[in-house]
């Protein structure tokens, strides 16, 4: 049979599509049917299938792989409750502008017969809801309904265009049984005709208004969030600042490295607050979303802003507003080397200037003063515990030089991000949005699309996660290890056991800084995880025992296992680290190292 469901893989793997993230159900009988018959027939010619036990993993491996890749996955859910059990990887790859196609069933709409996959089961009817699509609606940039067979690959052509096309992002089909089930005649559509929308750069007149401002300024800044998802709009990044010297870069985490650490003009990665913000008099803002907190942080008064992105209103943000006196909406690698050009082609003389070369010598000095204070932090304590500044640069020590790094360390972002130092375009992959637990799924996700890229199991690069404790638990550990070891996928991956959410906390301060709360432990806000669970166990349990699994709380302990974990991972295991920040915590009481893989 040639059915409306093998169309819909087809198409999927003629777009591009290799692999396919499942969580089946009593709605995929014809794509249960579809699968087999494409791993009979067409073995090299058929989108590869991974078998999720939790839909938000599934969806996070689908982020993952396309966040690095650029290019569209897709994920096959349950009905309503798996699109649900979707959950914050949703709004994740909503924000995290991921390419990913998901696909769910619905109950069939026949009850006595009428059609091949009429209802046969009890939970068919209450599956059935008035309008299943508008549980990811707003989150997606198309939603729509395959209604019968033999359009099927129109369908599935257009949603990808809108996956792809910036600002990208996720989007979502479904298809009752009986239009599943439709025997069609087997076409194929002209893919040339479903390419993504493509977005240009700025015309003559706005380029010639963005370089004379950069010029003219005498504290230029740029402020950045996901421009080096396009790992060439790094390269151009770096030429504008070559070009203006003295122009300096802000990165605030958005989901990429945008710029590389090594370069003078380099400030690192905040989130939105830093000195910087205050003393610019003209601020490009590029590809951001939150380029400063206004309560925290703001510009001066007389700054200029130009805001430049691929969606410069936030159209899916109800409350969003920068003072700029000009926005376009525009391609960032595109735009930065026009106006890389144009100063150089025409304003050469002002920047070989003696102002542009003091300007970069101090710049100099204050990149290296800045590299000085990093270092000074990763330090251990006099008793040989140590904090998480002084555990990420021996991380960064131990793992190659090309390590992908998957990162959702949320309070400690700032930390991780300044010992890391990232230099090449696409090794900084931070969770786009603001659901923890991606980086369980969205670093199997990464190290399974390098692979794959690579041509096989562990030829790809190696892949770092570094995630909060409490995040930890958020990605689902028990499926996320399992399927780890099902297909093969090695991370090496590095909690930071601080004991518990220390973000609330945060946030209560902001807020409250002499209140009740700011007089009390975690244990009394309900943020605690004392004791603290054993994490590398979980995950080692959940690999039926195959996991590399420890717990350092010392320098020593952490200088003895730390280069088992990297040979575990190289090795083709998983390796998980549960690092104990700030000495001794939780069960494991002294600080005694305890390796149990």
């Given at each position: ?10 198409a999927?793997?003629d777009?591009?599509v ?12 014809s ?20 078998t ?9 491996m ?23 059990g ?5 709004h ?19 009850i006595?017969g ?11 009817w ?5 309008d299943q699509k ?6 997606c ?6 209604k019968?067979?033999?359009?099927v ?24 049984r009986e ?8 076409y ?5 005709h ?5 977005l ?24 950045t969030g996901?421009s ?7 390269h ?22 945008c ?23 003209v601020?490009l ?5 939150v380029?400063y ?6 510009p ?9 992105d ?6 899916q943000?109800?409350v969003?507003?920068?003072n ?7 391609d960032?690698?595109?735009?930065l ?11 050469h003389?002002r ?8 300007r ?20 251990a ?9 002084y ?15 998957a990162?959702?360390?949320?309070t ?19 969770c786009g949005?603001?659901?923890l ?15 794959h890229?690579a ?10 996660q570094?995630?909060?404790?409490g ?17 093969g996928?090695?991370?090496l ?8 959410w ?9 807020v ?18 004392a004791p603290?669970?054993?994490?590398s166990?979980?995950?080692k ?6 996991a ?9 302990e ?6 088992e ?8 295991k998983?390796?998980?680290?549960d ?19």
């Amino acid at each position: 049979m040639y059915t409306a469901s093998f169309a819909f893989f087809e198409a999927l793997w003629d777009a591009g599509v290799t692999h396919v993230f499942v969580n089946l159900g009593s709605d995929h009988p014809s794509i249960i049917e579809a699968i087999v018959k494409g791993q009979n027939e067409k073995p090299d010619q058929f989108p590869r299938i991974i078998t999720c036990p939790n839909e938000m993993v599934a969806l996070s491996m689908a982020d993952g792989y396309a966040r690095l890749t650029n290019k569209p996955q897709a994920v096959i859910v349950h009905v309503d409750v798996g699109t649900q059990g979707l959950g914050a990887a949703v709004h994740n790859a909503s924000c995290g502008r991921a390419p990913v196609l998901i696909f769910a069933g619905l109950s069939p709409y026949t009850i006595e017969g009428e059609y091949r996959g009429s209802r046969t089961e009890y939970i068919h009817w209450i599956q059935d809801v008035p309008d299943q699509k508008q549980i990811v609606a707003q989150y997606c940039r198309y939603v729509g309904e395959i209604k019968r067979g033999r359009n099927v690959k129109q369908l599935v052509n257009r949603a990808l265009s809108f996956a792809t096309s910036e600002p990208r992002g996720p989007v979502y089909l479904c298809g009752a049984r009986e239009a599943m089930e439709e025997e069609i005649e087997p076409y194929a559509l002209d893919q040339n005709h479903w390419n993504p929308v493509e977005l240009g750069g700025l015309n003559a007149k706005q380029l010639n208004f963005v370089a004379d401002t950069l010029v003219n300024a005498e504290a230029p800044l740029v402020i950045t969030g996901y421009s080096g998802r396009n790992h060439d709009a790094v390269h151009a990044l770096v030429e504008l600042a070559d070009t203006v010297k003295g122009l300096r870069v802000l990165d605030t985490g958005g989901s990429d490295m945008c710029f590389p650490a090594d370069h003078p003009a380099w400030l690192g990665l905040r989130y939105g607050v830093e000195e910087n913000i205050k003393s610019a008099d003209v601020i490009l803002l590029l590809d951001v979303d939150v380029p400063y907190i206004p309560t925290q942080c703001k510009p001066n008064p007389k700054a200029k802003i130009i805001h430049i992105d691929v969606d410069p209103l936030k159209q899916q943000m109800p409350v969003f507003y920068v003072n700029a006196v000009a926005r376009y909406r525009c391609d960032a690698e595109t735009s930065l080397r026009q106006i890389s050009g144009l100063v150089k082609s025409t304003m050469h003389d002002r920047i070989s200037s003696q102002t542009f070369t003091d300007r970069f010598t101090k710049l100099q000095k204050s990149h290296k003063e800045k590299l000085n204070t990093i270092a000074s932090l990763a330090k251990a304590a006099d008793d040989g515990t140590y904090g998480c500044s002084y555990l990420i640069s021996q991380v960064r020590k131990a793992v190659p030089k090309d390590t992908i790094f998957a990162i959702e360390a949320v309070t400690n972002t700032g930390f991780v991000a300044d010992q890391i130092q990232a230099t090449i375009p696409g090794t900084w992959i931070n969770c786009g949005g603001g659901g923890l637990g991606w980086s369980g799924g969205g670093a199997l996700g990464i190290k399974l699309a390098s692979d794959h890229e690579a041509g096989g199991k562990n030829k790809g690069k190696f892949v770092c996660q570094i995630v909060g404790d409490g995040t930890y638990l958020f990605s689902v550990p028990g499926s996320v290890y399992w399927i780890a070891q099902r297909y093969g996928i090695p991370v090496l991956v590095i909690v930071l056991n601080n004991q518990g959410w220390n973000a609330p906390r945060k946030s209560l301060q902001l807020v409250h800084p002499e209140g009740l709360g700011s007089k009390v432990d975690n244990r009394a806000l309900n943020i605690s995880f004392a004791p603290t669970p054993d994490y590398s166990g979980i995950a080692k349990a959940a690999a039926g025992g195959e996991a590399w699994a420890g717990v350092a709380g010392t320098v020593e302990e952490l200088e003895r296992l730390l280069p088992e974990a990297v040979e575990a991972v190289k090795g083709g295991k998983c390796a998980i680290l549960d690092a104990h920040l700030d000495g001794p915590q939780g069960k494991y009481g002294g600080g005694k190292a305890v390796l149990v893989g």
